[in-house]
């Protein structure tokens, strides 16, 4: 029966929690296991491992083969390079206390650049706190200059209300004329546009006088002769000019002239 160490994957989604388990390579990832020889947590950094290296060590032994990330992960711990130094023992290269010996060694150096990484990510932290603090703090100043400025401006808003009325009854003055200027300049265009009309009923008035006036030509011409109602033909002329509302009353004068031709043209027949 082949043997694999391999992951198996717990947790929930996004944030993976896996078991290292010795498991039969036919079963399922997430299956059934024979033996589990430690935790692996990538959602920290560093990353936690915890593994029991003497476990691991003996199935290695018995021939089981690990996956590419267990292996990593048992090199990361120590249990490959115990492995191998247990078969140099085997071979007589060297005794089991020299190979405690190298290995504690190795532990030793492993434990040492793990607490300088950690030591890093701890400076880093603290000077990631410190800006912090230090840009709160001058958020703060801010805060308390801007409070601190606002007692000056209201009371330079209290001295300004004096330059403000002034500057108030400045413009009421100047509205004022300019009301005044133009109130003078439309009586100015009143009493003009007044004379223009008065002259305009005056020029129309004076045609209707003489109007009124030739109108008794019209009737001598009942008593002149023909002769003489053709020579006063430019009265009729004159009528023309006239307004078409004052033709209209006029018509009937030419009609009487007519009948008269007619009958003045009727006696002389008779004769």
Same mark, same amino acid.
């Given at each position: ?33 024979? #033996? ?178 030739? #109108? ?56």
């Amino acid at each position: 029966m082949p043997v694999r160490i391999r992951l198996q994957r717990h947790g929930k989604k996004g944030k993976p929690f896996y078991w290292i388990v010795a498991a039969d390579s036919r079963s399922k990832r997430d299956g059934r296991y024979l #033996e589990k020889l430690g935790i692996y947590n990538p959602n920290t950094n560093p990353a936690t491992v915890e593994l029991d290296i003497d476990g691991a060590v003996k199935w290695l032994q018995n021939g089981a083969q690990p996956s590419d990330t267990a292996r990593t992960l048992l090199s990361y711990k120590g249990a490959m390079i115990k492995h191998h130094l247990n078969g140099g023992v085997r071979k007589g290269a060297f005794t089991q206390d020299e190979a405690d010996k190298k290995f504690t060694a190795w532990l030793e150096q492993k434990q040492a650049k793990i607490q300088t990484k950690i030591d890093s990510l701890d400076k880093d932290k603290a000077k990631d706190l410190a800006m912090r603090l230090e840009s709160e703090k001058a958020v703060n100043q801010k805060r308390i200059a801007d409070l601190l400025a606002k007692p000056e401006v209201q009371e330079n808003e209290g001295e300004g209300p004096e330059s403000g009325e002034v500057e108030t009854t400045e413009m009421v003055n100047e509205e004022a004329s300019a009301v005044d200027d133009t109130a003078t300049e439309e009586a100015s265009n009143e009493t003009s546009t007044t004379e223009e009309v008065t002259e305009e009923l005056v020029a129309t008035e004076q045609p209707s006088e003489e109007t009124i006036k030739e #109108e008794p030509a019209t009737e001598t011409i009942e008593e002149a002769p023909p002769a003489e109602t053709i020579e006063e033909e430019p009265a009729t002329e004159t009528i023309e000019e006239v307004p078409a509302a004052e033709t209209i009353e006029e018509e009937p004068a030419t009609d009487e002239a007519t009948s008269t031709e007619k009958s003045t043209e009727e006696e002389e027949n008779k004769k």
